[in-house]
């Protein structure tokens, strides 16, 4: 009997913030050739960074696997990340503006949008993450009164949940109070993650 050969491993070049996510689709999908490379977090309080890093993982993986798939979306290098990418063809990466496009869907982002421009998100990995990336980023635990300078414009919180997480929920309900902003909860799912993730890993 001969022996199926076994599936060569693919990569996920990817954003820290998507680890979790990127690791629970591989495990659902028993995925043992699928290999997960996380880039920092905190690249996204640099953006300007992502494109040249990105690059220099890139260089490093091309010869060493078939196929690399990159886990970022534009996430504000207006376009950084496809000028990279078009430096190596057949390398894709999730599509539209930022995670919370690709987790809700651009046509229900859009209408999320239209119904209140004024909106702040988060998702699971900002709720997990909050007093870091946003707390301590815009120096609100040193100085709480400037709350209103950076988030006065903002009319909601809009928590746009991947898993079914009474805790996370609570916390993001904590966020909205913090900043105080009206709260709403729309539960996407890993979205357009989970089907770039399945296309490029089963194909």
Known sequence: ?????????????????????LHAIRRANGWDHLRIRCLDPTLHLRPEEIAPRLRTELERAVGHYPRIFVGYADCGT?????????????????????????????ERLERLADDEPGTFYLTDFLVRCF??????????????????????????????????????LARARAAA???????????????ALEASVVRFAAG
Do not use: K, W
Not at 1 to 21: H, K, S
Not at 81 to 99: K, N
Not at 183 to 188: G, M, N, R, V, Y
């Open 1 to 21: 009997m001969t022996a199926t050969p076994p599936t060569p491993d693919v990569l996920v070049i990817a954003c820290g913030a998507l680890g979790r996510e």
């Open 78 to 106: 207006y376009g950084g990340i496809d000028r990279v990418l078009a430096d190596f063809p057949g390398v894709e990466r999730l599509p539209g503006l930022h995670c919370y496009e690709f987790f809700a869907g651009a």
């Open 131 to 168: 007093d870091r990336f946003v707390v301590e980023a815009l120096g609100l635990d040193g100085h709480p009164e400037l709350r209103d300078a950076f988030f006065g414009n903002y009319r909601r919180l809009t928590y746009l949940s991947q898993t079914q997480d009474p805790e996370l």
């Open 177 to 191: 109070r913090r900043l105080g902003l009206p709260f709403t909860h729309l539960h996407t799912g890993y979205g």
